[in-house]
């Protein structure tokens, strides 16, 4: 890649994929405080409300992994771009949702775009810092927009309600997703790996299912019970699909997560921020 020759422009491409990033986190609480009036337009039961709300997470925490793993090879802005672009026609779909269905299809797009674009933003931030010091400071950056969307999410979907209605809650995505996509055109340089290594295609079929088994009954305990046999049944399988894939991981030549990364303080800290993201989540039953 080529980087901005300037420790200014530098910051300016950060600052870009960190706004696609504040925007990641805010999609996951941004709903919270909208869910009476969602529930009243839309005639949906608490079961579809709840899903509105949680299949983003659900999709986003099942394909980020396989998604990542060709963020090198595939370019990380474009990555980037695409993520946000799909994020905009998800949030195009599902202001307009007369059905539930609608909502819930457009909250699972909008996962698939996030899954795009938040490897690229890691990445990115990777190849503009190289210098250790500079990139620890970008990377705790990265960490606390992140979250700073997440808490923002619900101030700013309850300010929206206020001015419009719930489906303003998918609008907001616009704006900020066309500003993304025209600055990282303009500002972040394209970027891959310098020798790109082969799709993983069992690894990402394996992460996959495992992962979203997992964020599925992590978001179906508190409703179904933490001892319940759906709840129960899909932690085991998760179990056995993660082993599975680490199995594989550990055998494959050139394997889609090396295992020495999940000792890195980043690895280990990405999937406790998913799921404080979520922590503040209402739920419908009790609107």
Do not use: K
């Amino acid at each position: 890649m080529t980087r901005p020759a300037t420790p200014g422009a530098r910051v300016a491409a950060a600052a870009v994929v960190c706004l696609g990033l504040f925007m990641l986190g805010m999609d996951l609480t941004v709903l919270n405080v909208a869910l009476p009036g969602l529930q009243q337009d839309l005639d949906a039961s608490s079961a579809q409300v709840q899903w509105i709300v949680d299949a983003y997470a659900l999709v986003l925490g099942g394909t980020v992994l396989a998604v990542g793993a060709f963020t090198d090879s595939w370019g990380r802005r474009r990555s980037f771009v695409r993520g946000m672009t799909v994020c905009a026609v998800a949030s195009v779909c599902g202001a307009p949702a007369p059905q539930p269905e609608q909502a819930i299809a457009a909250r699972c797009l909008l996962g698939v775009g996030a899954a795009l674009l938040m490897p690229a933003t890691l990445a990115i931030l990777h190849d503009l810092f190289p210098e250790p010091a500079l990139r620890r400071r970008a990377i705790a950056a990265w960490a606390a927009v992140g979250g700073l969307g997440g808490v923002c999410g619900p101030v700013i979907g309850g300010w929206l309600v206020e001015q419009s209605s719930w489906r303003a809650g998918f609008r907001v995505n616009l704006p900020l997703a066309v500003t993304a996509v025209v600055l990282a055109l303009a500002l972040v340089p394209e970027s891959r790996a310098a020798r790109p290594s082969a799709f993983d295609v069992p690894g990402a079929v394996l992460s996959s299912l495992g992962l979203t088994a997992r964020v599925w009954a992590v978001i179906e305990s508190p409703h179904r019970g933490w001892t319940s046999g759906w709840v129960l049944s899909a932690f085991t399988c998760s179990l056995v699909l993660l082993a599975a894939f680490l199995l594989r991981q550990s055998r494959a030549r050139e394997p889609m997560l090396p295992l020495p990364v999940l000792t890195r303080p980043v690895s280990a800290w990405g999937p406790g921020r998913l799921r404080w993201w979520r922590s503040p989540r209402s739920d419908p039953c009790s609107c």
